[in-house]
Nanobody, 129 residues
Framework: QVQLVESGGGMVQAGGSLRLSCAAS????????MGWFRQAPGKERDFVAA????????YYADSVKGRFAISRDIAGNTVSLEMNSLKTEDTAVYYC??????????????????????WGQGTQVTVSA
């Protein structure tokens, strides 16, 4: 199983930017679809963005489309989430996750939380007004 470690969270004012990174180890990185999810206090964990093994296909939640960008460096075994024009409602703990590529049979499936079976510990993002 792949192990995931997130970094890059912090506090920023609304309208600002942050970049999250996720380092993967343990299994062949290219065997996995990589995703970012987030969980605000008292709420369920929600899908944010995902990227396929090659980096050629990405999928975003409507709430972040046009503001966030996911990318992956296969050689470096990392996946990143560039977050721009941040809003207070983006405040949450952000989790990196990996899903076996064989389980993801459609673009929409890239957003299905239950298909991801490896998770990082999470990193806090706080956006102040």
């Amino acid at each position: 199983q792949v192990q995931l470690v997130e970094s890059g969270g912090g506090m920023v004012q609304a309208g600002g930017s942050l970049r999250l990174s996720c380092a993967a180890s343990g299994r062949t990185f290219s065997d996995y679809v990589m995703g970012w999810f987030r969980q605000a206090p008292g709420k369920e964990r929600d899908f944010v963005a995902a990227i396929d093994w090659s980096g050629s296909t990405t999928y975003y939640a409507d709430s972040v489309k046009g503001r966030f960008a996911i990318s992956r460096d296969i050689a470096g075994n990392t996946v990143s989430l560039e977050m721009n024009s941040l809003k207070t409602e983006d405040t949450a703990v952000y989790y990196c996750a990996a899903a076996a590529a064989a389980r993801i049979t459609s673009i929409r499936a890239m957003g299905e939380l239950l298909l991801y079976d490896a998770w990082g510990q999470g990193t806090q993002v706080t956006v102040s007004a």
